[in-house]
């Protein structure tokens, strides 16, 4: 049976490449986003799904977008939190605002929606919920304080998500990525790139695809046992 998917930053990078999968598996898929790209509306009309134009860190928006789901397809499945954004400084070089952003839409954001979603999800007494951490939530990266905290209070509400929803049947796990190739990413330097190559076991930054495989595993039935997890998926970076 196709499963109804609601991923959050889908238009691009790890988000978009998610989508893919899922879509490809025949599934139904919704998109939560800023804007709308290209490759992202092709997809969303394949997979019979729609595409929101909304902030993540706006509670009743995404209030209602779960609640409109429920309504369109009858049921909801299966969430990914992927939404995610950096402001990178040294602590002492970070704005009030760019500490509030990173954690507004980083962590917030993965809240608002698993929220959204819970009621739902133990009233199915089935689903399936992904939060997209990273291994800077793991160690310390200079530079990367406000995104870092983020990153590992998702880690925290995993855990305490899968605690609270398990006896409902339904499996909460983090996927933590490298770096990897996104529009994220791009805008970094040369040498910080060439830096997390150097770091990786095996001598390349991760492709999207690659962690959006991950994603869906977890959200298969061969991972039907595993909740509360953080799996790492680096190429070796923290090896």
């Not at 909801?76 to 500490?99: Q, T």
């Not at 608002?112 to 919920?129: C, D, E, I, M, P």
């Not at 605690?163 to 490298?178: C, F, H, I, Q």
């Not at 790139?193 to 959006?212: D, I, N, T």
Request: with cysteine.
């Amino acid at each position: 049976m196709a499963r109804v998917v609601l991923i959050t930053g889908g238009m691009s990078g790890i988000g978009l490449a998610t989508a893919e999968v899922f879509q490809r598996a025949g599934n139904r898929v919704f998109v939560v986003d800023q804007q709308e790209t290209p490759e992202g509306k092709r997809l969303v009309r394949m997979g019979m799904g729609c595409f929101f134009a909304a902030d993540v860190r706006d509670s009743e928006a995404a209030r209602g977008i779960v609640d409109e789901i429920m309504t369109t397809a009858g049921r909801l499945d299966v969430l990914i939190n992927n939404a995610g954004i950096s402001r990178d400084h040294v602590l002492w070089k970070i704005s009030d605002a760019d500490w509030e952003d990173v954690l507004d839409t980083n962590l917030k954001g993965a809240f608002n929606y698993l929220r959204a979603t819970a009621v739902h999800l133990r009233r199915q007494k089935s689903g399936k919920v992904v939060n997209v951490s990273s291994i800077n939530a793991l160690r310390g990266k200079a530079g990367l304080a406000n995104y870092a905290a983020a990153k590992a209070g998702l880690v925290a509400l995993t855990r305490v998500a899968a605690r609270e929803l398990g006896p409902a049947n339904v499996n909460v796990n983090a996927v933590a990525p490298g770096m990897v190739k996104t529009p994220l990413t791009e805008r970094l330097s040369a040498d910080v790139l060439e830096q997390a190559v150097c770091e990786s076991a095996l001598g390349r930054l991760g492709e999207p695809g690659e962690v959006a495989d991950v994603i869906f595993f977890l959200c298969s039935e061969q991972a039907r046992h595993m909740t509360g997890q953080v799996i790492v998926v680096d190429g070796g970076q923290t090896a």
